[in-house]
């Protein structure tokens, strides 16, 4: 069974207010933008077919993900715990026209504002697998769920360099820890998360690499941190990023992994 956060919610709310106006400047590199790309491709194929369906974007920030659900058509509700955050993604909906398709509003991921089962497709793109039973609470029967996961030897490949101790401590123990900027998040390897969900009513349909994959591919730091870019080489990277994400022999070298499951209809 999950259990319910613990976070220092107002220390939270604070870092992500401070980042709100320059967090979406990473994507504007070449490596934040073949990662999005990467994202979305993934999410597509999930997706529903009837854009009458109710997306819930939960910890969604400044829209990363909400944005082109709403330009695809889809009625999306934004909800995130940081007001700043919140104000640049209902500039940039404004912007495109789309912000009569998105419902906005402040919440705590732990302790979401919303009924039982009032969503076709759930999101929450923050690495809190803590927040997962909330996350099912809202999800409707048969409904879809996403998570981004921190994963357990990612963490750990990328720890080792520096501190082996820790990296083969978080090896071994269960649950396993990483520290981002000062917050806690639970690492968990494929195993882990398939039996996480399952506990929860929730039948993993594909679990995917994101994050991290980019750097196997030994591309230059300064094209990497690219703000221009050929856009040949642009499409090349991504599709061979789509392949790893699916490959199970790199799946555990990801910094991330995406979960993608289906409540049961049967509870």
Not at 19 to 30: G, I, L, P, S, V
Not at 141 to 156: E, P, R, T
Request: glycine share 6%; net charge neutral; charged share 35%.
């Amino acid at each position: 069974m999950f259990k319910d956060g613990s976070r220092e919610i107002e220390s939270i709310r604070k870092r992500w207010d401070e980042h709100a106006k320059r967090y979406d400047e990473w994507y504007e590199t070449f490596k934040g933008a073949v990662e999005h790309h990467v994202d979305l491709e993934l999410l597509k194929g999930q997706l529903p077919k009837s854009r009458d369906a109710k997306i819930l974007d939960v910890a969604g920030g400044t829209g990363r993900i909400t944005l082109p659900l709403a330009k695809m058509g889809y009625s999306v509700t934004l909800c995130d715990i940081s007001p700043e955050m919140l104000n640049v993604a209902r500039q940039k909906l404004l912007r495109a026209g789309v912000l009569d398709k998105v419902e906005i509003c402040e919440c705590n991921v732990y302790k979401l504002r919303f009924a039982d089962e009032g969503f076709d497709f759930v999101l929450c793109w923050d690495g809190k697998i803590e927040a997962a039973k909330e996350l099912v609470r809202v999800t409707k029967k048969g409904g879809k769920i996403s998570m981004f996961l921190v994963n357990k030897y990612g963490a750990a490949i990328s720890k080792f360099r520096e501190d082996p101790d820790s990296a083969l401590a978080s090896l071994r123990s269960r649950p396993s820890y990483v520290y981002d900027e000062e917050e806690k998040y639970v690492a968990v390897s494929i195993e882990e998360a398939e039996e996480l969900f399952e506990k929860e009513g929730v039948k993993v349909i594909e679990i995917y690499a994101v994050c991290g994959i980019l750097d196997l591919l030994s591309i230059p730091k300064k094209v990497q941190e690219s703000r221009s870019w050929n856009q040949k080489f642009f499409s090349q990277v991504a599709e061979m990023l789509l392949r790893l994400s699916k490959e199970p022999s790199v799946k555990g070298l990801s910094r991330h992994l995406v979960l993608y499951g289906e409540r049961s209809s049967k509870e």
